[in-house]
């Protein structure tokens, strides 16, 4: 009825007004209570492993061309779970919780032999700013993905927010000799917040670099560039030097896309992926009874019971709890001289020059300076890095 819509009206309106004097970190935005959501921002990792099959396809290339291709693939298959799905399926992009530090998500994809099983690991790496560490193996195709990804943002007329995503993510073969790629990550718009109803666009472009000497640029647009059609991209897979382009592909990320082997004679254009019909499939997560204290899930779950119950006053006091109880952990951090790596338990924060991967990330991302400039990476993105503890 209108009288039980009126207050989320009015909780609307003064939320668009307090976005004019956003301040740029996320987190501390304040939502009305229907943009809560009950999922932790650190799960949204789990998007990577959507498609197991694709991911371990890296691998099953047989040339460095094919195994860009399958990259490609494989991160196009990501774009649907990780910017379309909240929206799609709940009907809005709802605001997450901001993970504490040292956070820990734990997921897998298993029971398909062929394919082999994803493990993934995620911690939050960074809580001033909040940036979150994950990690996807699957051991027996020989692919890894490991990253780090932080967002910083401003509001844009009208009334949307403009955010742009730190870090990157990196697959490696240990199969083919470690053959590495480097991947960054898209920006994206948040659109909609005045009807009520936010959802997520992709702007500018991903690149993807290979240390066999090629790399893919995927270009974005919104609805109109270049098709009339929402959430389109147009790849084009092609040697560093400048060489012509080998493959290309073009469609929609949460919809159908093609390509074109432009090695071959005939230019056919064949079905690259189809987000429709391929569906992402979900990982298996341990129950909260098997889970540690720091677990998304387990720590969460007095929130979110709260949030799903529509209790809302409930859900701030127990959001209060754990936010006050890690304010005492930081200035204890403090006080002992300590830093935010310093009660890290999975990834461990690490120097590039000290470190092998390090290395090979310095050096791709070079490599991709000379190709596009310095527009496809920022200057935060020179910081030191995070990966799995050994
Ligand atoms: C890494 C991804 C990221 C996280 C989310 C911007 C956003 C938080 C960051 C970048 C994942 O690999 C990919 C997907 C979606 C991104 C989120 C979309 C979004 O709206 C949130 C922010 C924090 C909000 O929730 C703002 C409130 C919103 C409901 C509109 C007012």
Redesign the pocket.
């Known amino acids: 009825s209108n009288l039980s819509q009126a207050p989320q009206k009015d909780s609307l309106k003064s939320?668009i007004s307090t976005l004019a004097t956003f301040s740029g970190d996320?987190?501390s935005?304040t939502?009305p209570s229907f943009?809560l959501?009950s999922v932790s921002?650190l799960e949204?990792?789990q998007?990577?492993g959507d498609h197991p099959k694709l991911f371990a396809s890296i691998s099953a290339g047989k040339t460095p061309e094919e195994r860009l291709l399958n990259c490609t693939r494989w991160f196009i298959s990501t774009l649907y779970g990780?910017?379309s799905s909240r929206a799609t399926t709940a009907g809005?992009?709802?605001?997450?919780y901001n993970p504490i530090l040292g956070e820990q998500y734990f997921a897998q994809w298993t029971g398909h032999e062929a394919t082999g099983d994803i493990v993934l690991t995620a911690e939050q790496v960074s809580h001033h700013p909040p940036i979150?560490g994950f990690h996807l193996e699957n051991k027996k195709a020989g692919v890894v993905l490991e990253g780090h990804?932080g967002?910083k943002?401003r509001f844009a007329m009208p009334a949307g927010?403009d955010?742009h995503?730190t870090g990157h993510a990196i697959v490696t073969l240990p199969g083919h000799n470690n053959e590495t790629y480097l991947i960054t990550?898209p920006s994206?718009n948040?659109r909609g917040?005045v009807t009520g109803r936010?959802s997520?666009e992709l702007s500018g472009a991903t690149y993807i670099v290979s240390s066999a000497g090629m790399m893919a640029s995927i270009e974005y647009s919104t609805r109109g560039y270049f098709s009339g059609e929402r959430n389109s991209f147009k790849a084009t897979l092609k040697p560093l030097d400048g060489g012509d382009p080998f493959y290309t592909a073009q469609g929609v990320w949460s919809g159908v896309s093609t390509y074109v082997d432009h090695t071959e004679d005939d230019d056919e254009s064949k079905l690259f992926f189809d987000s429709l019909e391929d569906k992402a499939v979900a990982p298996e997560v341990k129950h909260q009874n098997e889970m540690g204290p720091l677990e998304s899930h387990k720590l969460w779950s007095k929130v979110s019971n709260a949030i799903n119950t529509k209790d809302y006053g409930t859900a701030s006091r127990e959001k209060s709890k754990i936010e006050d109880a890690q304010r005492v952990l930081a200035k204890n951090r403090k006080e002992r001289g300590e830093t935010q790596a310093d009660a890290l338990k999975i990834f461990i924060l690490v120097d590039e020059d000290a470190d092998a991967t390090g290395k090979t990330f310095q050096i791709l991302r070079e490599d991709l300076i000379d190709a596009v400039g310095t527009k496809a990476l920022r200057e935060d993105e020179k910081r030191p890095h995070w990966r799995l503890r050994k």
Not at 92 to 96: L, S
């Open positions: 939320f996320l987190s935005l939502c943009l959501s921002l949204y990792s998007y990577w990780s910017y809005m992009e709802k605001k997450p979150l990804c967002q943002s927010i955010v995503q990550l994206l948040i917040i936010p997520v």
